[in-house]
């Protein structure tokens, strides 16, 4: 089993790092100018070695402007290090058909999860677009993750509330699994209360440091919802190791901490060894 896992990190391309809806995270990143190189893979696994990180779930990015980082970007990624990544397919909202379509032939290829990012299209999870693909991820036995409290970028955080909008989702599928990265807040209490009804609804800590969990949030993570958390970084915008700097002030004892850094997401993702040669 991995020791750590990061449930949401993204290897950006270009068009993700310079889009304009990003120019506050590239102010608070200290690059304001933007970037004028692509990242390489290797800094992305630079990253993750130097915080532990065995397993990284790497997304793709699809918006109504069309795709920041596409999931044919996202499987030449993986198959560089097969043995680190795995893949996250993203899906075009404006063509619900064609995304189930190519959801499905990802899986086939390895993918381990769906992820749309509402804020991103301006549409909440309950929109009549989402349905096909939740169905899908029902048929073929993968999570859907997706992003869930205010938004960083330059958009409105309205689709990021936890109820009334994750409660619907699971009342009408409660056989999707659905993971909820960014903690929620300021609505973290709501996640929790969901996370609670819902025993397929899972909480991912991206985008927030250990230091800077709401008290709430831990408390679940060290009592009732240890099977429930999933630790997630966000990067590039959060390194994994940033995110992990203070991991002990948490207080976790060893199996709540083995079950957050990896257990949880090893059983919520069904990952399992991948490499050369395998599917």
């Keep these: 089993m991995p020791q750590i896992v990061d449930a949401w990190m993204q290897h950006p391309t270009l068009r993700h790092s310079n889009h304009p809806m990003f120019a506050p995270l590239r102010r608070w990143m200290g690059m304001d100018g933007g970037f004028t190189e692509a990242l390489p893979l290797e800094f992305t696994i630079q990253a993750m070695d130097e915080a532990g990180v065995d397993v990284g779930l790497t997304c793709a990015?699809?918006?109504?402007?069309?795709?920041?980082?596409?999931?044919?970007?996202?499987?030449?990624?993986?198959?560089?290090?097969?043995?680190?990544?795995?893949?996250?397919?993203?899906?075009?909202?404006?063509?619900?058909?064609?995304?189930?379509?190519?959801?499905?032939?990802?899986?086939?290829?390895?993918?381990?999860?769906?992820?749309?990012?509402?804020?991103?299209?301006?549409?909440?999870?309950?929109?009549?677009?989402?349905?096909p693909l939740y169905a899908a991820c029902v048929d073929l036995g993968i999570p859907f993750c997706t992003q869930v409290g205010h938004t960083g970028p330059m958009r409105p955080s309205e689709t990021g509330r936890p109820i009334p909008y994750i409660d619907q989702v699971a009342i009408d599928f409660p056989e999707l699994v659905i993971v909820c990265g960014h903690i929620g807040y300021p609505w973290t209490t709501e996640m929790i209360a969901v996370a609670d009804k819902h025993p397929n609804v899972y909480i991912d800590t991206s985008a927030y440091a250990t230091h800077r969990y709401p008290a709430e949030l831990v408390d679940y993570l060290k009592g009732r919802g240890a099977t429930k958390v999933l630790f997630g970084s966000n990067y590039p915008m959060m390194t994994p190791a940033r995110a992990l700097a203070q991991l002990d002030s948490l207080g976790l004892d060893d199996e709540t901490a083995e079950r957050f850094l990896a257990g949880n997401a090893t059983r919520v993702f069904g990952l399992a060894p991948h490499g050369p040669g395998d599917a």
């Design 61 to 131: 990015w699809y918006g109504p402007e069309g795709p920041l980082i596409d999931n044919d970007e996202v499987a030449g990624f993986v198959a560089r290090y097969p043995d680190r990544l795995r893949g996250v397919v993203g899906a075009d909202l404006r063509t619900p058909m064609d995304a189930v379509r190519d959801l499905r032939r990802r899986v086939d290829e390895g993918f381990v999860a769906l992820r749309v990012i509402p804020w991103l299209w301006e549409l909440p999870p309950v929109d009549r677009r989402y349905y």
